[in-house]
């Protein structure tokens, strides 16, 4: 079953910490987003195989937008 | 202290002398609060205002209070504030005199202030020359110890290798400070205790300096444990005249950056207060500083005092020095802008009671998020006694993701620090927002908790009370 992790708020894109195919935990940080001048951890919501990544460092995101999907 | 006030007040009416220019139309290369506060000095002294705005700063107070406003471009600072040849195309449209930047965005870029002057117009700050020595944090150091200024233990020139990171971490002894010299607003640097630490923060902040301030040179400091931050108002004009406005003690921060600043500094003995304001006179002497400018230092417990960094600009915190010394910082600026001598000697600034400043942010109070969102309800009386607002917003405004998140300056005065408590006390409670999250109740906590009653905090106390 795919699941998607997605943007708790908007921002840029300041580092990607997992590559596809990586296991990842709940909790684990995943991408840093920078917002409002600060950097914001998105912590994945689920456990799973990282299959996609939809966002480049430097993409600006909204909020709810996908950052990456999980298997 | 009010005849001071009149007195320079007065100086717009003088004819101009040789060496002066007009100016008679100021754009505000800045939003929010900041461009307001601008604004307002400029039209009490006659002076027109052009504002800039992005799409998504359309509806902000500050695009309705200038003369005239003009659209810059799409929400993203990149599209818009940081956009120099367009905002220097506007200022040429509208043929202003001066450019203000505000704080952040391009007030320390020395390219921007560069091709502002090449255009004939009058940036209203330091040279280029000095904004660039001093946003390179090495070079910045250097300078200082050429000064006979103290500076914090650390690496003299830019760190290459991981190598000689951990070879230098080893002689100051950990923990250290890992910094990226074109660092600033708190980004940038890692507390590193353990050279295991060191080897994981070197590359992620080489990589991040990179894309933040577009130059991946670090360095490192050995790390002040207890520390306050304290920082020296300077100003200097271009007739060589260079004076200080005493101290703001800014220890209170998150995340690096400042929440809650004071002056006087709570924890200064006058001995100490009086050598560090010297110090930084001296320094801003040294290379020959001009306009508003900001000496930050590090203290440590035995009150030895390093210099951090030199700020080319206006600061945030600024109004808590006007409300003591009854300066009018912004007009200063303008004065020195336009070639005057500045309006008072340093015997004649004298600071008088106590001021400190709230900033209000648009963000969880827990855990310090931004929270963006409409302000459904905005109650941020601004006709107290002994209390200043700076704002950005109003009800209806939009707190977007894109800016800094703060709203506004909450700045409280009284004869003694007790007094400003009190007054800062009674206005927190007064206060009502709805809509969007802030850290109001961590002021309220702040305000009653004994430590700060008494002025015994140190940078670190926020992240201490939260784990309390």
Not at chain 2, 61 to 90: C, D, W
Not at chain 2, 174 to 179: A, D, F, I, N, S
Not at chain 2, 261 to 280: D, G, H, M, N, Y
């Amino acid at each position: 079953m795919m699941k998607e992790i997605t943007a708790s708020m908007a921002g840029t894109v300041l580092q990607v910490l997992v590559s596809e195919g990586d296991e990842i935990n709940e909790g684990q940080v995943v991408v840093m987003l920078e917002s409002m001048k600060m950097e914001i951890p998105i912590e994945s919501t689920e456990t799973g195989t990282v299959t996609s990544i939809k966002v480049n460092i430097g993409d600006f995101v909204n909020e709810e937008d996908v950052l990456l999907e999980l298997e | 202290m009010q005849e001071n006030v009149d007195r320079c007040r007065n100086y717009r009416m003088y004819p101009l002398k040789k060496g002066e220019k007009a100016l008679k139309k100021v754009l505000i290369a800045n939003r929010g609060e900041i461009a307001s506060r601008i604004i307002k000095t400029c039209h009490e002294l006659g002076i027109e205002t052009v504002a800039i705005y992005s799409d998504a700063d359309q509806e902000l107070p500050f695009v309705k209070n200038a003369t005239v406003a003009h659209r810059i471009g799409e929400p993203q600072v990149s599209k818009s504030y940081l956009q120099m040849e367009k905002v220097i195309e506007i200022a040429e449209q509208e043929e202003v005199d001066a450019i203000h930047p505000g704080y952040g965005f391009l007030s320390e870029n020395p390219q921007f202030a560069q091709a502002v002057t090449d255009k004939g117009i009058v940036f209203i700050g330091p040279p280029p020359s000095i904004i660039s020595l001093m946003g390179d944090k090495v070079k910045a150091r250097q300078t200082m110890i050429k000064a006979g200024v103290p500076v914090v233990p650390g690496s003299e020139e830019g760190i290459h290798t991981i190598e000689e990171a951990c070879t230098l971490a080893t002689s100051y002894g950990y923990p250290v400070m890992l910094k990226a010299s074109g660092g600033g607003g708190g980004i940038g640097m890692v507390c590193c205790h353990s050279e295991d630490e060191l080897q994981k923060a070197f590359q992620t902040t080489k990589l991040r300096a990179k894309s933040y301030f577009g130059n991946d040179k670090v360095f490192i400091e050995k790390f002040i444990p207890n520390a306050r931050h304290i920082e020296v108002q300077v100003f200097g004009d271009h007739h060589g005249n260079i004076v200080h406005l005493f101290e703001r003690d800014c220890s209170i921060q998150r995340r690096n950056q400042k929440v809650v600043e004071e002056t006087p500094s709570p924890f200064l003995s006058s001995v100490t207060r009086e050598k560090i304001c010297q110090t930084a006179k001296k320094a801003a002497e040294y290379v020959g500083y001009t306009n508003a400018g900001t000496i930050e230092f590090i203290v440590d417990e035995e009150e030895n005092f390093y210099f951090l960094e030199m700020n080319t600009r206006l600061q945030v915190e600024h109004g808590i020095t006007e409300m003591i010394t009854d300066v009018d910082l912004v007009e200063w600026q303008l004065l020195v802008a336009r070639g005057e001598k500045l309006p008072m000697t340093q015997s004649e600034i004298n600071s008088f009671g106590h001021s400190i400043e709230f900033r209000l942010y648009a963000e969880d109070p827990i855990r310090f998020f931004p929270s963006p969102g409409k302000i459904e309800e905005f109650r941020l009386p601004s006709n107290i006694q002994n209390v200043r607002i700076d704002n950005g917003y109003e009800v209806g405004s939009i707190v977007t993701p894109f800016y800094d998140p703060m709203l506004a300056k909450i700045i409280v005065k009284g004869n003694t620090r007790q007094d400003a408590i009190q007054t800062a006390k009674n206005y927190l409670n007064e206060i009502v927002i709805k809509g969007i999250k802030t850290n109001i109740p961590l002021f309220i906590q702040i305000i009653n908790e004994e430590s700060f009653l008494h002025g015994e905090y140190t940078t670190n106390y926020l992240s201490l009370i939260n784990k309390r």
